[in-house]
């Protein structure tokens, strides 16, 4: 173990700011071209034409914001991309379209009631869009200075703003570094800072720089230095949600309960006065109500009285679109002794629009272990992926992608960049995927504790 | 944060109007029917206005304080702050002129200017060396409907502060007198700590 090397990767790590990479990260839309067609791999979706078609169909319905309380639901067995769909909906939307998405299990709270949750989760899609009066500070940065304490290790900074009339100098605290070291801020940009939400905004670069020999990206911009002052109140148009509303009107610190996460149960009698200013707001065109998704995932999860609540709430003309997904074939409806396709009742399913999701060919198994291999940043040999893919269609979708990176260790770990055929077979003995942990129990269950079977044995012996 | 020129710093409708002897000054709360609110602190011996501060009620986010006359109280936990360094705008009104003292100002004396932007009803205060510059309006004024006159303005600097003086037209002196009046009338009651008073106006 060298740890001469250490200390240098932490300090690049800081620079660059590494995030976790999640198992949906590497979706950046649904990959449709401008008719609506899917393309066969397009950013980070692979396959499922006719899923993807559909969601775009469904994506243009949402955008054109007029129609509203649809619901599909997206079926399919597991690993076939039900998630993935979701969140390409989520991330064509872009920020302005409030998404919410959550498991159905969620509902489940002891803080509040069934109804509420679900209430809330509709509440927290529909967004509103209110034009502001917010104190910004605009300028363009003449010098930032970050210094780190010895003893504690806190961070503090200064940055200089100027215009064509003015500078000053503002004392910085530890989100606001982030933010800045985050968006790469540095001497020579124009910058916005929203005072209330903290937002900093890069408006481009300073024609007054642009002569020096910079490494510039592609989308840089080169804007004036701004006149007048640095603080400023400037009109600005913010979405906030239903939800956020409800809180903030509910309580003397509901803006803080906002952060904390535990807002309770809202009485029902704000929630009216609420809507209807809202109302009174979109008559003096003070706003816009903008419907958002709510996606509820492992809908099977909800018992009747949720779907009950689903089928009234859907039928409001403020409900957003909601999207269900579930892997379950004809299973129990919870809270009911009946069974019912997907869980789900059959007045509940009759009000969806249902996108079947179909199990991946190699071929497509392949491409996306490519892209997970470039999101989880692995190098890999052409041999290796066959064998991977191999897996892939063997086992399940799933298990081979855990594989990539914990293959990448071990390669690591015999000094090679690259993951070659040994390291796949070597994590493939060391983690065993479901199919095989069920053989192995089938043949080796007696040695179990608790075992139905050796109890049996034992009894029999004692008589 | 000091006051800005618009609507946040206008009368609306007709107030309730309360005073209150707190902290040793009177004063006085006036709450409008949108339950937006305006709170003025005035010295109890000579009624120099201290603090004038409203508070505009948003249904979407925090409401907060913004100061037309005094110091807002500085906010140690902001993510971003003006730093000590930096020249320090307050309104501080004498009986015959609204004054404005900017502090910490560093620059020779000549690099001040001042001028009334007409059409915006600012006084605007520029350096030539480009590094302070502000703008700002008289709220009172504007309540008023008085226009703000090119030449009315003047400035003196010294020690490090930069101070601009308007004088208050006859009409504003008018309405200072007679409040200045009310409370010299409840001042012959001897209020104590917490007393409250009956305003009308």
């Not at chain 1, 605290?173 to 801020?185: D, L, R």
């Not at chain 1, 979708?397 to 000094?415: C, D, E, G, H, M």
Request: glycine fraction near 6%.
């Amino acid at each position: 173990m060298t740890t001469v090397n250490a200390p240098k990767i932490n300090e690049y790590k800081e620079a660059t700011r590494v995030e976790r990479v999640g198992a949906q990260s590497h979706i950046r839309g649904l990959g449709l071209d401008g008719d609506l067609e899917p393309r066969n791999i397009s950013q980070g979706m692979v396959g499922q034409k006719k899923a993807r078609k559909a969601a775009g169909i469904i994506l243009n319905t949402i955008r054109a914001g007029k129609i509203a309380g649809r619901s599909i639901l997206i079926a399919g067995q597991p690993g076939t991309g039900k998630t993935a769909i979701a969140m390409g909906i989520a991330k064509a939307l872009g920020n302005d379209i409030p998404f919410t998405a959550m498991a159905g299990s969620e509902i489940f709270s002891l803080q509040m009631s069934k109804t509420e949750s679900l209430t809330q989760a509709f509440r927290r899609s529909i967004g509103v869009r209110i034009k502001e009066e917010t104190e910004i500070v605009e300028g363009e940065v003449v010098e930032i200075e970050i210094d780190k304490s010895a003893t504690s290790g806190a961070k503090t900074g200064k940055i200089t703003l100027k215009t064509t009339e003015m500078e000053t100098i503002y004392d910085l605290g530890a989100k606001m570094i982030e933010s800045i070291t985050k968006e790469k801020i540095s001497s020579g940009d124009v910058i916005t800072i929203d005072k209330v939400s903290g937002r900093i905004s890069k408006l481009g670069r300073s024609f007054a720089k642009a002569s020096e020999f910079d490494a510039l990206g592609p989308q840089t911009r080169h804007v004036q230095c701004p006149e007048g002052e640095i603080e400023k109140r400037k009109e600005v148009v913010h979405t906030v949600t239903l939800h956020e509303i409800d809180v903030i009107n509910s309580r003397q610190k509901g803006f803080l309960d906002l952060f904390s996460g535990d807002t309770g149960e809202i009485d029902p009698e704000i929630r009216d006065q609420i809507d209807s200013k809202v109302a009174e707001w979109k008559e003096e065109g003070k706003a816009d109500i903008v419907p958002g998704v709510l996606f509820i995932d492992e809908v099977h999860m909800l018992d009747i009285e949720c779907f009950s609540f689903l089928n009234r709430a859907l039928e409001s003309d403020k409900a957003p679109i909601v999207i269900l997904a579930t892997n379950r074939g004809i299973t129990n409806i919870r809270g009911t002794n009946y069974k019912g396709p997907h869980g789900l009742p059959i007045d509940l399913l009759d009000r969806c629009l249902i996108i079947q999701t179909e199990p991946y060919n190699e071929a497509e198994i392949r491409s996306i272990l490519e892209i997970r291999c470039e999101e989880e940043d692995v190098e890999m040999t052409e041999e290796a992926k066959e064998v991977l893919t191999k897996i892939g269609v063997d086992t399940t979708l799933r298990y081979s992608i855990q594989l990539i990176t914990t293959a990448n260790l071990v390669a690591q770990k015999r000094k090679s960049n690259e993951v070659d055929v040994e390291d796949v077979r070597r994590v493939y003995s060391m983690f065993i995927d479901h199919v095989r942990s069920t053989q192995y129990l089938r043949d080796h269950q007696a040695e179990y504790m608790f075992d139905e079977y050796q109890k049996q044995t034992q009894k029999m012996q004692v008589e | 944060m000091q006051s800005q020129n618009n609507q946040y710093l206008q009368f609306v409708g007709k107030p309730h109007i309360s005073a209150v002897i707190a902290g040793g000054r009177r004063r006085v709360n006036y709450t409008f029917e949108d339950k937006s609110e305006l709170v003025e602190e005035y010295d109890i011996n000579n009624h120099e206005l201290i603090t004038r501060k409203w508070k505009r009620v948003s249904n979407i986010k925090e409401s907060q304080w913004v100061y037309e006359v005094g110091e807002a109280p500085i906010d140690q936990q902001s993510e971003l702050k003006l730093s000590n360094t930096n020249p320090i705008f307050v309104r501080k009104d004498t009986p015959q002129h609204f004054q404005y003292r900017v502090r910490n100002l560093t620059y020779p004396e000549d690099v001040y200017q001042m001028e009334v932007d007409e059409k915006t009803q600012e006084i605007v205060i520029r350096t030539t060396n480009k590094k302070y510059y502000k703008r700002f309006s008289i709220p009172d004024m504007r309540r008023a409907n008085l226009k703000l006159e090119q030449g009315k303005v003047t400035h003196v600097y010294k020690n490090n502060t930069l101070i601009v003086s308007y004088p208050k037209p006859d009409q504003i002196l008018e309405r200072e007198y007679q409040i200045r009046q009310e409370f010299d009338k409840f001042n012959k009651k001897k209020p104590k700590e917490g007393d409250l008073e009956c305003v009308q106006q």
